[in-house]
Structure formats: structure tokens, C-alpha cells
């Protein structure tokens, strides 16, 4: 099946100079874990992840342990994630960022997000502007939710 | 793409009663609920006509979610930035019996101004993709009155052309943007202008003076199963059957569907007005929101009474 019939086709998204601040507080109230970065225009240009703002406050741990895991302390958090929250998107975002065409098979997607690690990417038109994004728990739900082929 | 703009919508639930009446306590037979708000509605009736659309706003709490989830699932692109508080619930009662619709409304969740910073910058991003935009309904509290008027004039400059659909002071600084097409609510005209709006002459005379401020299109009730349309080709009364009629809840949105559906097939003006007459009309013949299918609407087409008014 091709993506775009069982992607999200919702269009939340920050660009390079939303605050940090800003990026957190969509992502809590949307549910999400990630948010893509797009220009005026709304060309993806980039994706910013929770991890991506967690390893902004606590740049040594992250590296060190592979993961934001093991926070040792939340003060110490809590501290940095302030002092970051009026900094922009642009500086910790992932520029090379995974997307796919909603004319991709399931199958390419969920392999492709399973091998990188990744919870959802963007989709996008073939001028790169932004259609949606498909996440780990679509797939699943629509594996779980396809009848058996006889 | 076509943009719909719902600034409060709602969770709609309809309840069908007999014999409904103030102060006493009904079991329905039938509840429907379903996400609504005038450009919602409009997303959801253009979706099963087969035209794609983009609809924006704001969403909150669980009914912001329930809505959400239910547009994902018709596979409507969506756009909203969610705020704290509560998306609003309208509740309908329809009472097949009497034949009398009651509606009960919320007024929906504080928008706070950083909301409406996303909202507009969110928005203007958009403009960059849209090819018509339509706006409607009420506005929750904490949004500018004037909101229309200034979304119309930002598109505007993109060349977009608009279609709003409201009542009270945020119609009148619309009117005053020049929406391309407007509907127009005749009890706040009449308020308006000071005139009563019950005669025929009385709504030309009032609703004319709109194309001045370069509204194309301007439609507006008249006795409940009629529209008057002010065209660019002339004043219409178009008039639907009311016999076959079993809710009026959501038909405006069904005839603003109609009225973009036949722009985008460049229908002729007659054509236009009948097409879109005939989706309110399919619209209220059951209790479900939207449309059975194109062939029922189409089949309306040739019912509903048009005349030409000199």
C-alpha cells in the first residue's frame, strides 16, 4: 500500500526561527515527538525531535550514553532547558532529514524507520513542501487492522 | 489547495426526539457526533465530493482530539494549533414529530494572543499554497473581532479569493475586506441597516449595496427554503421543496460546498446556484451530516425553482 493513504496529513510544523520554548510547547500539546521544520514557503528544510532538545540542554551526556535515557539530574535539566528556550529551531535541528513521497510502500517506510531508529517522518510533495508526516504507531495500527491475504 | 478556516469549532451531537419540549427528559433514538464548525463542515462535505482541502483553526482538550483523530481518519489535511481549555460542544435536537430543531452552544476556549500569533504566522505560510479560502462561524473569546477582515485582506494579497460565512461584527469587517463571496446572515443586516429584511425588495436593496465593496457573490435566506444569490449575471430567488426537508442543521455549509464545487467546474451561474441549492437540499433531507452521493444531489438539481429578479 502506498504511504499517503495511511499517513497523517497534518501540517504542525515550526520553522528555523521558532524558539525553543515554542517547539516544546507544541510538542506537548500535540502529542507529538518530533516537528518538522519548513521555510516561508513551507519547504521542509529541516526536523527537530525531543531528543534533538534534550541533547541542546545536555549536549556531554547524550554523546556519552548514545541517548537522553539516563538524565542524571533534572535540576540540571530543567536549568539548561530554560537558558536554551529562547534560542532557535535552526541551531539544533537535523538538516538532513529523512522524508518520504506519499507514492513510497508501506513497506519501504516501516523498514526505513525501523533501521534508522526513527519514531515519524515527514511526507513530502516532490517539490519538497511539507504533505504530513507517518509515524511508527500508523504503521501498526494498520498492520494490526489488515485481514489476513487468502 | 482550498483552505477552510474554523476559528471555534465543535463537537456536534445530534439527538433525534419525538414530542421534544422544554423540562422534560427524552431518550433518543439516534445520537450522532461528529466534528463540526462551519469550516469543518465545509472540508468534510468538499472531501466527499472529491475535492481536497486544508482546515485550520484552533483545537482543545479531548474534543479538540476527538476531532482531530476523526479528520485524520477522513484523511483531511489539517493545520490547527491546539490551546488549553476545551473545544466547545454544540448540542442539536431534532424533533421529527414537531419538526422544530433546538440548539444549545458553547462559546468555546480562551485563545490566548501567542495562539493567534501561530495561528497567523501558521497561516500566512499557507496563503502560499491556497488557491481559495473560505471562512466561518463565530469566533471563540480572546480572538479580534475583526479577524475576518484581516485574514481577507492578507489574502488578498496573494491574489486568493475568499468565501466568508458569519454573522455580527466579524461579518461586517469582512464585508468591509470584500470577500469574493458572501453569506450573509439577513437578521444582522437588518440590524445593520435599520430596514426589515422580510420583503424581497428590501433584502435587493440592502444586499446590493455590497457589490460596491467588491463582493462578487452574495447569497442570504429568505423564508427558511429560499436563497436570494446577487450575481455578477444578476439577483436570483432560488426556492427548494420543504416537504422532503428533515434538518436544517449544517445546510449553509452544504450550500457554500456547492457554490465552491461549482466554481472549481466552472459551472454557469444558473448551474452554480442550482447545484449548490440541491447539496443544502440533499443536506437536509437526513439527519447525517453532508451528502448520500453526487447522483442524489445532481438529481435535485432540476427541483429546485430558480428565477431571475429585475
Known amino acids: 500500500m502506498r504511504i499517503g493513504e495511511l499517513m497523517d496529513r497534518d501540517l504542525t510544523s515550526v520553522t528555523e526561527n521558532t524558539t525553543l520554548r515554542e517547539a516544546i510547547e507544541i510538542l506537548s500539546q500535540h502529542n507529538l515527538t518530533g516537528l518538522p521544520v519548513v521555510d516561508e514557503t513551507g519547504i521542509l528544510v ?72 526513527l519514531k515519524m517522518a515527514p511526507v513530502v510533495r516532490k517539490d519538497g513542501s511539507l504533505l504530513g508526516f507517518v509515524s511508527r504507531a500508523h504503521l501498526i495500527e494498520y498492520i494490526m487492522r489488515e485481514e489476513p491475504q487468502e | ?56 483553526g484552533f483545537l482543545a482538550g479531548f474534543n479538540g482530539a476527538y476531532i482531530r483523530d476523526a479528520l485524520r481518519r477522513e484523511r483531511l489535511t489539517t493545520n490547527f494549533v491546539h490551546v488549553k481549555g476545551e473545544t466547545r460542544t454544540n448540542v442539536y435536537i431534532i424533533d421529527e414529530t414537531g419538526h422544530v430543531e433546538t440548539g444549545l452552544s458553547e462559546p468555546g476556549p480562551y485563545i490566548p494572543e501567542e495562539a493567534y500569533d501561530r495561528f497567523l504566522r501558521n497561516f500566512e505560510r ?39 460565512d458569519a454573522a455580527g461584527p466579524s461579518l461586517q469587517s469582512a464585508l468591509e475586506a470584500g470577500p469574493t463571496i458572501a453569506k ?39 423564508h427558511v427554503y429560499g436563497d436570494v444569490f446577487f450575481t455578477p449575471q444578476g439577483i436570483y ?32 451561474v444558473e448551474d452554480r446556484i442550482r447545484f449548490a441549492m440541491a447539496c443544502a437540499w440533499e443536506d437536509a433531507m437526513h439527519v447525517e451530516k453532508g451528502f448520500t452521493s453526487r447522483e442524489a444531489i445532481e438529481a435535485l438539481m432540476p427541483r429546485v425553482q430558480l428565477e431571475r429578479l429585475e
Open chain 2, 1 to 56: 489547495m482550498i483552505v477552510t478556516v474554523t476559528l471555534n469549532p465543535a463537537v456536534d451531537e445530534e439527538f433525534v426526539v419525538s414530542e421534544f419540549r422544554p423540562g422534560g427528559w427524552f431518550r433518543s433514538r439516534n445520537a450522532i457526533r461528529t466534528p463540526g464548525g462551519k469550516g469543518i463542515n465545509v472540508s468534510m462535505m468538499l472531501g466527499q465530493l472529491g475535492y481536497e482541502s486544508a482546515a485550520m
Open chain 2, 184 to 222: 450573509i446572515d439577513h437578521r444582522f443586516m437588518s440590524r445593520m441597516s435599520g430596514i426589515s429584511l422580510t420583503s424581497l425588495d428590501n433584502i435587493i436593496e440592502v444586499v446590493s449595496k455590497l457589490h460596491d465593496q467588491g463582493v462578487e457573490w452574495a447569497v442570504t435566506s429568505y
Open chain 1, 46 to 117: 529541516g526536523f527537530i525531535s525531543e531528543k534533538d532538545i534534550i541533547k541542546a540542554s545536555l549536549p556531554g551526556y547524550c554523546d556519552y550514553l548514545s541517548g537522553a535515557a539516563f538524565i542524571p539530574d533534572f535540576n540540571q535539566l530543567s536549568e539548561k532547558l530554560r537558558q536554551k528556550g529562547n534560542e532557535f529551531v535552526g541551531k539544533y535541528m537535523t538538516r538532513k532529514v529523512i522524508a518520504f513521497s506519499e507514492d513510497d510502500s508501506d513497506l519501504h517506510v516501516a523498514l526505513s524507520l525501523i533501521q534508522k531508529g
Open chain 2, 126 to 164: 499557507m496563503l502560499q499554497r491556497t488557491r481559495l479560502l473560505v471562512l466561518g462561524g463565530s469566533l471563540p473569546p480572546g480572538i479580534p473581532q475583526d479577524v475576518y477582515g484581516v485574514l481577507i485582506r492578507m489574502a488578498k494579497e496573494f491574489n486568493i479569493p475568499t468565501i466568508v
Open chain 2, 237 to 268: 430567488l432560488a426556492v427548494s421543496d420543504r416537504r422532503s426537508i428533515l434538518s436544517l442543521f449544517a445546510t449553509a455549509d452544504a450550500l457554500i460546498t456547492g457554490l465552491i464545487v461549482g466554481g472549481e467546474e466552472r459551472m454557469a
